[in-house]
């Protein structure tokens, strides 16, 4: 679920910038958690939907990973790289969902809800560093 996915986020990018013994479980429990929802996203437009979920939903978990790198090696241009791969992540989803559903779901309510996930999880982030 989506509520699962953002405490697992935090959890990987805590465990990630902390170098934890367990981050290997805990980045694997995120991937897993993307996995399902790409099933549930393929149960509603098929196999090729999930596809192209799944391509741009892992993307920006890569680029969280990205972020947490960056931090940990205090390499500001690194950080706004990853910031700006998760601006164009935000834009490629809304499409995703505004496409898949017809314009039903519009891209400018899903890029709404993507800048709140993606703001949340950063200055969530950003505190714990702190």
Do not use: C
């Amino acid at each position: 679920t989506l509520t699962e996915h953002a405490f697992l986020a935090i959890e990987a990018m805590r465990k990630g910038v902390d170098s934890a013994e367990d981050f290997d479980q805990a980045a694997g429990a995120l991937l897993a958690n993307a996995d399902d929802l790409s099933a549930a996203v393929g149960s509603v437009y098929g196999d090729e939907g999930a596809a192209q979920f799944d391509e741009v939903w892992k993307s920006h978990i890569g680029y969280f990973v990205d972020y947490v790198t960056a931090t940990a090696e205090d390499n500001q241009e690194g950080k706004e790289q990853a910031l700006a791969e998760l601006e164009e992540y935000k834009v490629e989803q809304s499409k995703f969902f505004d496409s898949a559903t017809g314009g039903l779901l519009p891209a400018a309510a899903v890029q709404e809800g993507l800048d709140m996930h993606v703001d949340q999880l950063i200055n969530a982030f950003d505190a714990y560093v702190a």
